[in-house]
């Protein structure tokens, strides 16, 4: 069983700054893509930042310069640190790993429980 999970989320000040972590952990062969995902009220949820297993990176339009996505590969965790926060980032961000439980198994989809952040002053 894979479990992720998240953790950092809160309420912070337009201008401010979180960093959110997403720890994967139970039967895992190997881990490609970690990335995370949002979605605000009465919005689909979209795309905020994919790391690859090597490093490779994208963000989202509206976040580049601003969130910047690492992960410890050793520590099977992806981290998102946000900085200069605003409202309209206010959304639960749900973790997302693409892996592998064995190796004769595809690589497939799995999500954190998601965590609340709210930018407001």
């Known amino acids: 069983q894979v479990q992720l999970v998240e953790s950092g989320g809160g309420l912070v000040q337009p201008g401010g700054s979180l960093r959110l972590s997403c720890a994967a952990s139970g039967s895992i062969f190997s881990i490609n893509a970690m990335g995370w995902y949002r979605q605000a009220p009465g919005k689909e949820r979209e795309l905020v930042a994919t790391i690859t297993s090597g490093g490779s990176t994208n963000y989202a339009d509206s976040v580049k310069g601003r969130f910047t996505i690492s992960r410890d590969n050793a520590k099977n965790t992806v981290y998102l640190q946000m900085n200069s926060l605003k409202p309209e980032d206010t959304a639960v961000y749900y973790c997302?790993?693409?892996?592998?439980?064995?190796?004769?198994?595809?690589?497939?989809?799995?999500w954190g429980q998601g965590t609340q952040v709210t930018v407001s002053s």
């Open positions: 997302n790993a693409q892996l592998q439980v064995h190796r004769l198994f595809k690589s497939r989809d799995y």
